[in-house]
Antibody, heavy 118, light 108 residues
Framework: QMQLQESGPGLVKPSGTLSLTCAVSGSSISSTSWWSWVRQPPGKGLEWIGQIYQSGITSYNPSLKSRVTISVDKSKNQFSLKLTSMTAADTAVYYC???????????WGQGTLVTVSS | EIVMTQSPATLSVSPGERATVSCRASQSVSSNLAWYQQKPGQAPRLLIYGASTRATDIPARFSGSGSGTEFTLTISSLQSEDFAVYYCQQYNNWPPHTFGQGTKLEIK
C-alpha cells in the first residue's frame, strides 16, 4: 500500500523560503501519476499548489506560480516543494498527494503544519 | 479559474437519515468532479470521482450524481463515522484544480 510522508520545518520566518519533501513508499515515483502539493490554512478549505510528473513536467496554481518550485528526485523516490517570500497568509497544513488523471487525489500524506512567524 | 460553490455550509442530520450536499461550478466541468471527506486532524479522503464512481473501499451508501455545473453527494443512511467536512473538486479545466469551500456535516 502506498504511503506519502511530508517532512520539513514547522516554522518559517516572514520573507523566508519554505522547503518540504514528500517521501513516497509502496509505489514508484516513476509511475504514471502526478505528484502534488495541496495546502489548508487553519480552519479553512483546500488550495492546490501545484504538481509534477515523473518526467519533470510541472503545473502550478497561477496564484502562486511566481513563488513555487516543485521538483522530483527519482533516486530517492521523493518530491519537493519550495515556496519563497513567505508571509503569514502562507501559514497552513501542507499535504502531498498523488494525482491520477482518472482517480484524482487518491492518496495523501498526513500533512505538516507550517507556521510563518518571526 | 473555475469557482466551485457548495451548499449548505453546514448540514445538521440525524444518524440513519439521508444527507445531501450540493456543488455548483461557475462553468461546465462535464463529469470531471470529485468528492472528498475530511475528518478533524486528518488528510482528505477520496470518495467519488468522475462525478459518480466510488473510490476503492468506499461504502455503497455514498453516491454522487450530476454533470455540467450541478452536482450532488448523497449519503443514504448516515453512520456516526460520516460526520465530517466534505469537499468537491473539479478537474475539467486545470491548472488550477479548484475545490469548493466545504460543507460541514454535523450530528443533529
Amino acid at each position: 500500500q502506498m504511503q506519502l510522508q511530508e517532512s520539513g520545518p514547522g516554522l518559517v520566518k516572514p520573507s523566508g523560503t519554505l522547503s518540504l519533501t514528500c517521501a513516497v513508499s509502496g509505489s514508484s515515483i516513476s509511475s504514471t501519476s502526478w505528484w502534488s502539493w495541496v495546502r489548508q490554512p487553519p480552519g479553512k478549505g483546500l488550495e492546490w499548489i501545484g504538481q509534477i510528473y515523473q518526467s519533470g513536467i510541472t503545473s502550478y496554481n497561477p496564484s502562486l506560480k511566481s513563488r513555487v518550485t516543485i521538483s522530483v528526485d527519482k533516486s530517492k523516490n521523493q518530491f519537493s516543494l519550495k515556496l519563497t517570500s513567505m508571509t503569514a497568509a502562507d501559514t497552513a497544513v501542507y499535504y502531498c498527494a498523488r494525482w491520477g488523471v482518472t482517480t484524482q487525489f487518491d492518496s495523501w500524506g498526513q500533512g505538516t503544519l507550517v507556521t510563518v512567524s518571526s | 479559474e473555475i469557482v466551485m460553490t457548495q451548499s449548505p455550509a453546514t448540514l445538521s442530520v440525524s444518524p440513519g437519515e439521508r444527507a445531501t450536499v450540493s456543488c455548483r461550478a461557475s462553468q461546465s466541468v462535464s463529469s470531471n468532479l470529485a468528492w472528498y471527506q475530511q475528518k478533524p486532524g486528518q488528510a482528505p479522503r477520496l470518495l467519488i470521482y468522475g462525478a459518480s464512481t466510488r473510490a476503492t473501499d468506499i461504502p455503497a451508501r455514498f453516491s454522487g450524481s450530476g454533470s455540467g455545473t450541478e452536482f450532488t453527494l448523497t449519503i443514504s443512511s448516515l453512520q456516526s463515522e460520516d460526520f465530517a467536512v466534505y469537499y468537491c473538486q473539479q478537474y475539467n479545466n486545470w491548472p488550477p484544480h479548484t475545490f469548493g469551500q466545504g460543507t460541514k456535516l454535523e450530528i443533529k
